[in-house]
């Protein structure tokens, strides 16, 4: 497959990613109501749940409780800065084998997803609730699950190539010969 159709391949596979996190949040936000934070939608009891929830910080949770005026205009620049050095990561999909296109294809859907969220409202709808008995992970979204399929497809990616040679991670791409 040539960069070119590599490259339109990613990119879609990130819209993709994009529209149906934003799919599933319109769901989530239309069906709970305007401020419904309280209710929940079981799945499978003990193990599943649908919520809504906003997180105004980032993943985990993480600035969620930082009160700061200057919290969501950093990380709306932030967000975008990392949007648009992953384009440009996927724009040069040719120094990339398959495993490290698809997640990276995957983060940046999911960071999209995220930063239209935060630009929109200021934090990011979450909805997706797994626990067992009283102890519950964090509630996360499509675009959260994208960045870390994507991440670990990373991670993947640079322990497959440990002992492989420099340049021929790409089957039938000899990229020496371009050098």
Not at 49 to 62: D, H, K, M, Q, T
Request: aromatic share 12%.
């Amino acid at each position: 497959m040539s960069d070119g159709v590599r490259r339109i391949v990613a990119f879609l596979a990130a819209l993709g990613v994009f529209s149906l996190d934003r799919w599933t949040k319109w769901i989530v936000e239309t069906h709970f109501g305007a401020n419904d934070f309280s209710a929940t939608k079981t799945v499978i009891p003990g193990f599943f749940n649908i919520v809504r929830s906003r997180n105004p910080g980032v993943a985990f949770g993480i600035f969620a409780e930082n009160s700061s005026q200057s919290r969501t205009p950093v990380l709306i620049g932030l967000s975008i800065l990392a949007v648009l050095l992953l384009a440009g990561m996927l724009w040069r999909i040719d120094r990339l084998d398959s495993p490290s296109s698809t997640g990276l294809a995957l983060i940046f859907g999911g960071a999209m997803g995220n930063v239209f969220d935060r630009v929109r409202m200021g934090s990011v709808t979450d909805f997706l609730d797994f626990y067992a008995g009283t102890w519950h992970w964090y509630t996360f979204n499509v675009a959260d699950a994208s960045i870390c399929t994507g991440a670990g497809l990373l991670i993947l990616s640079m322990v497959l190539s440990q002992g492989r040679t420099p340049g021929k991670d790409r089957p039938g791409k000899d990229r020496e010969a371009r050098a």
